[in-house]
């Protein structure tokens, strides 16, 4: 996740390592060590935004890459 944050595409949120956020959206991932397996949870407050739901095929990319 760290590639997504250094390209400024999520945010890192204190105090929880597996929770990101994004514009109105908070995205708690959890990917499995082999990199098979990826949960993405999204919590919006409001109406999601357009891109909201992109950022599992952000993931899902850079595991097929060798992330």
Do not use: P
Not at 9 to 20: E, W
Not at 32 to 42: C, M, S
């Amino acid at each position: 996740m760290s590639s997504l944050v250094a390209t400024g595409l999520i945010k890192t949120v204190t105090g929880a390592s597996s929770r990101y956020a994004r514009g109105n959206a908070v995205f708690n991932i959890i990917c499995h060590k082999d990199g098979k397996y990826v949960r993405v949870d999204v919590i919006c407050f409001g109406a999601c935004v357009n891109d909201t739901f992109d950022i599992r095929s952000q993931i899902e990319k850079m595991l097929r890459n060798g992330w």
